[in-house]
T-cell receptor
Framework: DAGVTQSPTHLIKTRGQQVTLRCSPI?????VSWYQQVLGQGPQFIFQ???????GRGNFPDRFSARQFPNYSSELNVNALLLGDSALYLC?????????????FGQGTRLTVV | DAKTTQPPSMDCAEGRAANLPCNHS???????VYWYRQIHSQGPQYIIH???NNETNEMASLIITEDRKSSTLILPHATLRDTAVYYC????????????FGSGTRLLVRP
């Protein structure tokens, strides 16, 4: 089975531009979470979507938004890019069953803002 | 903020056991201990998790103290491919999608 897939793998944008990152979860997984990982730090939680609804949001500005589609894939949008948005953006999917479960991460999209 | 404390770095010899400690003194009764690792430039990989009993799978063993305030991840026979940053995370079952990562332990396995 395919794992979590993210696209693109690398991206270079200019300050002020907007970017859209995409994530396809593991088949059968209905929960998608997004994380930002700045160089040298652990991943930071941005959003979680489950069944197309936002279920959790981390401490990120409104420039960050996301959505989940009927097929459970997800997009993360970042507007008005800043240099500090340069990071590895990770998507994780999980199958919430009411018991403890693990998250499966994609390889990430490395965003560079210049 | 992360609820766990881990040493910033460790090393061990290839073929030997790697024992990675984690302190989580403020853990609540309904919080699990999760371990993930991140090999350079890849997404984090799930290793193991537990509530209060020791757990073992094909990758590692997790030893949780009786008071649940600390735990140890054991890689029984470390290989060079186990060189990675290891994250210890505590999370409620219903929040397992929202992982609070700390700085982790950078494990270097020496030839």
């Amino acid at each position: 089975d395919a794992g979590v897939t993210q696209s693109p793998t690398h991206l270079i944008k200019t300050r002020g531009q907007q970017v859209t990152l995409r994530c396809s979860p593991i088949s059968g997984h209905k929960s998608v979470s997004w994380y930002q990982q700045v160089l040298g730090q652990g991943p930071q939680f941005i959003f979680q979507y489950y069944e197309k609804e936002e279920r959790g949001r981390g401490n990120f500005p409104d420039r960050f938004s996301a959505r989940q589609f009927p097929n459970y894939s997800s997009e993360l949008n970042v507007n008005a890019l800043l240099l500090g948005d340069s990071a590895l953006y990770l998507c994780a999917s999980s199958y919430l069953t009411g018991v403890s479960t693990e998250a499966f991460f994609g390889q990430g999209t490395r965003l560079t803002v210049v | 903020d992360a609820k766990t404390t881990q040493p910033p770095s460790m090393d061990c010899a290839e073929g030997r056991a790697a024992n990675l400690p984690c302190n989580h003194s403020t853990i609540s009764g309904n919080e699990y201990v999760y371990w993930y690792r991140q090999i350079h430039s890849q997404g984090p990989q799930y290793i193991i998790h537990g509530l209060k009993n020791n757990e073992t799978n094909e990758m590692a063993s997790l030893i949780i103290t009786e008071d649940r305030k600390s735990s140890t991840l054991i890689l029984p026979h470390a290989t060079l491919r186990d060189t990675a940053v290891y994250y210890c995370i505590v999370s409620r079952m219903d929040s397992s999608y929202k992982l609070i990562f700390g700085s982790g332990t950078r494990l270097l396995v020496r030839p």
